[in-house]
């Protein structure tokens, strides 16, 4: 793998790229001076990340364990491990751990911009992330390090620093649904029916399938009317090509027509969104996607995510701010539900060759049905799906984080009874119970952009 292209990443680069987010997450802290350079009234952090970014390296040193907030929480670049974690003085606080800069390593990502370890898929590898090392995948640690910032900012203020809010509630839920086929299901439906023993069942089937009827995954309208029965819109990533990948990998059963794009239209005027699932290979070409979004009849999609979650870090930024959209959601790992970047809000990743953030935010992908129970990854029963997510979900909320949830249209169909309806009723059941903010991308976008 070629060595990537980086510009100097000084301090003050690193500074503004998490003051950046900080600020985002609280508003109202912008009141307060924080830095490196000792002041006397404002937040003080220790310098603690030496020369690693200068040389580097995919990895630092392991952090430190230290409790806040009740939880363990894992500090890179800890100078003084023996330290208080604060320091707090009149009208001013220190920060004993360098957290501008272990919030800046995990949320721009750059272990795996630096580490040359990719899958078949051509992804950075759960495997080979410090998350799964020390693990911490379902656990914001980035917003941890926020939160000890809040904390500094609030003794600097002397009164409370409010948490970004959803038109009123506590946390946001972005509900999303990959569509890859929309032909597929028959074989399915024919082996639930005759397993259920149901051979009414299985003869409609086939007569349906001989007959040319919609496919049982040819769904969309039972898909939004399901997910809106839960008080939520839907945002429909739609595959962008028919075509296999040059290694085979199958894209789209189905083309993006005049009669595909009449019946998306009439989703989104039901409140869905349309948004662009990339096909497989345009991660690194940017004239292809060009040409798929084309296909749109001049409604661009404001919104990607690139099919299997492909990612290349070192190219695909790019990619997506270079064919101009507005958010991506491809920023979670296939192999296990959390935080890839350690963060639990929406985020610009950060630009390597300019030393500074990218335009488009990045809506990170927090859990992906295949994930749960697909033979490669976490093979989760259905019971102990929902009791699996809660801490997750619970991380989300305490922050005012987004809850983004993929769920395939496939999987609503009622053969699917391990990570199914059923499944999927429990997670927006849950999210429900507890007070979410349902969105689509493109409105998350306007919540945190368009001010």
């Avoid at 259905?382 to 005012?400: K, W, Y």
């Avoid at 349902?438 to 998350?444: L, N, V």
């Amino acid at each position: 793998m070629p060595t990537p292209a980086t510009a100097v990443v000084t301090p003050v680069a690193r500074l503004a790229y998490v003051l950046q987010h900080f600020w985002q997450a609280y508003p109202s802290a912008r009141q307060v001076a924080i830095g490196y350079e000792p002041a006397p009234a404002g937040v003080t952090v220790l310098v603690g990340a030496g020369s690693f970014f200068s040389e580097k390296a995919p990895y630092p040193p392991a952090p430190t364990w230290r409790n806040w907030g009740g939880q363990p929480v894992p500090f890179f670049f800890d100078a003084a491990p023996d330290a208080p974690l604060l320091a707090l003085l009149p009208g001013a606080a220190t920060i004993n751990v360098d957290v501008i800069a272990a919030a800046f390593y995990l949320l721009s990502g750059w272990q795996e911009y630096f580490s040359p370890e990719r899958d078949w898929h051509g992804r950075f590898p759960y495997a080979a992330s410090v998350q799964k090392l020390f693990g911490f995948v379902a656990v914001p640690v980035v917003n941890y390090y926020f939160e000890v910032l809040k904390t500094a900012v609030e003794h600097v203020l002397g009164q409370p620093l409010p948490p970004r809010r959803w038109r009123g509630a506590a946390f946001a839920g972005f509900i999303t649904h990959d569509i890859d086929s929309l032909h597929g299901g028959w074989g399915t439906a024919l082996r639930g029916a005759l397993r259920r023993g149901n051979p009414i069942e299985a003869g409609r089937t086939l007569l349906g399938k001989a007959t040319g009827q919609p496919a049982p995954w040819n769904n969309l309208e039972q898909v939004q009317a399901t997910t809106a029965s839960f008080g939520a819109p839907s945002t429909f990533f739609m595959l962008g090509s028919p075509q296999p990948a040059p290694n085979g990998t199958a894209n789209a059963d189905y083309s993006i027509n005049s009669a595909l794009l009449y019946r998306l239209r009439q989703l989104e005027a039901n409140g869905s969104e349309t948004a662009s699932h990339a096909s497989y290979g345009t991660a690194t070409d940017t004239a292809r996607l060009q040409e798929e979004i084309g296909q749109y009849d001049g409604t661009r999609p404001n919104g990607n995510r690139f099919h299997y979650l492909c990612w290349e870090p070192r190219h695909t930024p790019k990619v997506v701010a270079q064919t101009g959209f507005r958010y991506d959601s491809t920023l979670g790992f296939a192999e296990h539900y959390g935080f890839r970047n350690s963060y639990c809000l929406p985020f610009f990743p950060f630009d390597f060759e300019h030393g500074q953030a990218h335009t488009f935010l990045e809506i990170p992908l927090n859990v992906m049905d295949a994930t749960l129970h697909h033979p490669n990854y976490l093979q989760l029963q259905p019971a102990e799906i929902l009791p699996a997510l809660r801490p997750m979900f619970r991380e989300i909320e305490r922050f005012g984080g987004v809850a983004t949830v993929l769920w395939h249209n496939d999987h609503f169909d009622p053969a699917n009874t391990t990570t199914g309806p059923r499944q999927f009723a429990e997670i927006m059941g849950y999210l429900r119970q507890r007070g979410a903010a349902f969105f689509t991308g493109s409105q998350i976008v306007a919540e945190l952009c368009d001010l």
